[in-house]
């Protein structure tokens, strides 16, 4: 997700998901947790930078040179990492990358524009879970199926390939969720034809604790689980 400034509401979300882990045993095998996160900062890297600077190209290529102006066109992690946000993904499982700023003054056809900008993120995230599905496959028929299960080298490599399949599809659905300050708000506000109205701005200004009430109330894990193991299943099959 992207967030405009650090709200106290993000740190709600951060203490309640923490506090989840720890109950849940997480932590009880710290070397066990520290390979885990190690191996899946691979796929939080590559799913932030890319969803990020999809916003940003798709808006220049718009009309809009504000994102080019704060070198955001660019596939260049540093550019796209929020270190706070990475760290709290890192931990927590919630995190959040650096926004891309857009003046949508600039844009031909304003209320299009900001659909195709605020579907660019989560159609990159879609397009990168599919192309390391396909490097997947290729890998499994080029080195076969028994070294990614007996070698440590193999179970290191499909455990971050799976990870980066897996957390690109997460942020996918994640921000198509119609909850400010998600994609997916902006992309119904666009559609139904009310992001400019006061009623945009009153739900906008509450967005933050909705959704931490969506998250500790446990509905986003009723919508992402499904979808994300939905196209899961579709991947491996292809895979295997």
Not at 59 to 69: E, I, Q, V
């Amino acid at each position: 997700m992207r967030r405009n400034n650090i709200d106290i509401s993000f740190f709600v979300i951060i203490a309640v998901l923490a506090f989840s882990s720890i109950r849940s045993g997480e932590f009880s095998d710290p070397k066990l947790w520290l390979l885990n996160k190690l191996l899946l900062v691979p796929a939080v890297i590559i799913g932030i930078s890319m969803h990020e600077f999809a916003h940003g190209f798709v808006a220049y290529k718009l009309g809009d040179n504000t994102p080019k102006f704060q070198d955001r066109v660019t596939i260049n992690p540093l550019a796209h990492i929020d270190w706070m946000g990475l760290a709290a993904l890192f931990f927590c499982g919630f995190g959040w990358g650096k926004p891309v700023q857009i003046n949508p003054y600039n844009f031909k056809n304003r209320r299009r524009d900001e659909v195709l900008v605020g579907l660019a993120g989560v159609t990159m995230n879609l397009i990168i879970a599919a192309l390391f599905a396909v490097v997947a496959k290729v890998l499994i028929m080029s080195a076969g199926t028994e070294f990614f299960v007996s070698t440590t080298i193999g179970e290191g490599i499909w455990t971050m390939l799976i990870y980066i399949i897996q957390i690109n599809l997460v942020l996918m659905i994640f921000n198509l969720i119609p909850c400010p300050p998600l994609d997916g708000f902006n992309i119904i506000a666009n559609i139904a034809g009310f992001a400019e109205t006061e009623t945009y701005w009153k739900i906008y200004q509450y967005g933050n604790w909705i959704l931490v009430a969506i998250i500790i109330f446990g509905i986003t894990g009723m919508v992402i689980y499904p979808c994300v193991n939905f196209f899961m299943n579709i991947f491996w099959s292809f895979v295997i």
